[in-house]
């Protein structure tokens, strides 16, 4: 199930993206390793050296000072699968985890071509893998959330986000795409605002209305689409043009039916350790890499293969 990505590792180098953060301030998800250069009077191991070590991994398309690198990772790593076999092991024996072995080198090799050190690597790659353990999962209660795709999904992406973070904004074509394209995922959110953000909470609150009168995405879309210049008063129009009554809108603020749902969903991301937006699960496990459609689609791959199987991975 999946692909190998023997194409290019191309596809899956994807810049790390920012957060907005409980403090005010924009930080990256994952700590951004600075770039490294190769010595430019050292030895680069050449493709053909680097394909005798990696039969059938792309090496071509790797950065020739990254060839050795990704060699000695694949090693001494083993494979995520639980075969036991290092990451070259796998593919020099032709092994069945060779598949996996091609999978997990092509997350490395991402980490390696960002700037990350071989230790850094190894980490975002155990800790990726490490996410699929059933200990590491999350149980998100899901009630007053609006969702996107199929009820029987078998993936469920759920992502907590402020309307006003420009990351979120940034998100969220990138999540609605993997639904669209992808008949076994489904996409629930969850109201995460942000003291530092003026107008999220009102935001939020106009959200759940719209959610609670069938209108809840269009509005979703409208609101980030006009996050930059959010106002009390521009609020209360979106809702207008999404074909709502903004006086029903103030008359449910007023009441305070809104606020205990967003007050609700933010109590239960910080529950879940949530500091900063985007965060998103997958069927409850936190995604731990930067967001992009080819990393996003990776990992929804894993994820169908791990529950088609059980909570395991196949060994073919």
Same mark, same amino acid.
């Given at each position: 199930?999946?692909? =190998?990505? !023997?194409?290019?590792? @191309?596809?899956? *180098?994807?810049?790390?993206? !920012?957060?907005?953060?409980?403090?005010?301030?924009?930080?990256?998800q994952?700590? @951004?390793?600075?770039?490294?250069?190769?010595?430019?009077?050292?030895?680069?191991?050449?493709?053909?050296?680097?394909k005798?070590?990696?039969?059938?991994?792309?090496?071509?398309?790797?950065?020739?000072?990254?060839?050795?690198?990704?060699?000695?990772? +694949?090693?001494?790593?083993? *494979?995520?699968?639980?075969? /036991?076999?290092?990451?070259?092991?796998?593919?020099?024996?032709?092994? /069945?985890?060779?598949?996996? +072995? =091609?999978?997990?080198?092509?997350?490395?090799?991402?980490?390696? +071509?960002?700037?990350?050190?071989?230790?850094?690597?190894?980490?975002?790659?155990?800790?990726?893998? #490490?996410?699929?353990?059933?200990?590491?999962?999350?149980?998100?209660?899901?009630t007053?959330?609006?969702?996107?795709?199929?009820?029987?999904?078998?993936?469920?992406?759920?992502?907590?986000?402020?309307?006003?973070?420009?990351?979120? $904004?940034?998100?969220?074509?990138?999540? %609605?795409?993997?639904?669209?394209?992808?008949?076994?995922?489904?996409?629930?959110?969850? %109201?995460?605002?942000?003291?530092?953000?003026?107008n999220?909470?009102?935001a +939020?609150?106009?959200?759940?209305? $719209?959610?609670?009168?069938g209108?809840?995405?269009?509005?979703?879309?409208?609101?980030?689409?006009?996050?930059?210049?959010l106002?009390?008063?521009?609020?209360?129009?979106?809702?207008?043009q999404?074909?709502?009554?903004?006086?029903?809108? *103030?008359?449910?603020?007023?009441?305070?039916?809104?606020?205990?749902?967003?007050?609700?969903?933010?109590?239960?991301?910080?529950?879940?350790?949530?500091t900063?937006?985007?965060?998103?699960?997958?069927? #409850?496990?936190?995604?731990?890499l930067?967001? !992009?459609?080819?990393?996003?689609?990776?990992?929804?791959?894993?994820?169908?293969?791990?529950? =088609?199987?059980?909570?395991?991975?196949?060994?073919?």
């Amino acid at each position: 199930m999946g692909r =190998t990505y !023997s194409s290019s590792i @191309a596809i899956l *180098v994807a810049l790390c993206i !920012s957060a907005c953060s409980e403090n005010g301030r924009a930080e990256p998800q994952q700590p @951004a390793p600075a770039a490294r250069q190769a010595d430019p009077d050292g030895r680069q191991m050449s493709v053909e050296e680097a394909k005798q070590e990696l039969p059938g991994f792309p090496v071509e398309s790797l950065p020739p000072y990254l060839r050795e690198t990704l060699v000695e990772v +694949a090693r001494d790593e083993f *494979v995520y699968d639980g075969a /036991p076999f290092t990451l070259a092991g796998c593919l020099k024996e032709d092994k /069945p985890c060779k598949r996996h +072995a =091609t999978r997990g080198l092509t997350l490395v090799a991402n980490q390696l +071509a960002g700037g990350a050190s071989p230790s850094e690597a190894l980490a975002a790659y155990n800790r990726y893998y #490490g996410s699929f353990d059933p200990k590491s999962r999350q149980s998100i209660d899901l009630t007053d959330a609006p969702c996107l795709g199929p009820a029987d999904a078998k993936v469920t992406l759920v992502e907590f986000a402020d309307y006003e973070c420009p990351y979120c $904004a940034a998100a969220a074509p990138i999540l %609605h795409q993997a639904v669209q394209e992808n008949p076994q995922v489904r996409l629930c959110f969850q %109201h995460f605002p942000l003291p530092s953000h003026d107008n999220a909470f009102s935001a +939020a609150q106009a959200a759940v209305y $719209a959610h609670r009168h069938g209108k809840f995405w269009e509005l979703h879309e409208l609101i980030f689409r006009n996050q930059q210049r959010l106002s009390s008063q521009v609020i209360k129009d979106l809702v207008q043009q999404v074909g709502l009554d903004p006086q029903g809108l *103030v008359k449910a603020v007023a009441d305070d039916e809104l606020a205990p749902v967003v007050e609700k969903q933010r109590a239960q991301g910080r529950a879940l350790g949530i500091t900063g937006t985007p965060t998103i699960f997958v069927n #409850g496990r936190q995604f731990t890499l930067p967001l !992009s459609p080819e990393l996003l689609r990776f990992t929804i791959e894993d994820e169908l293969e791990w529950q =088609t199987h059980g909570g395991k991975w196949a060994n073919e």
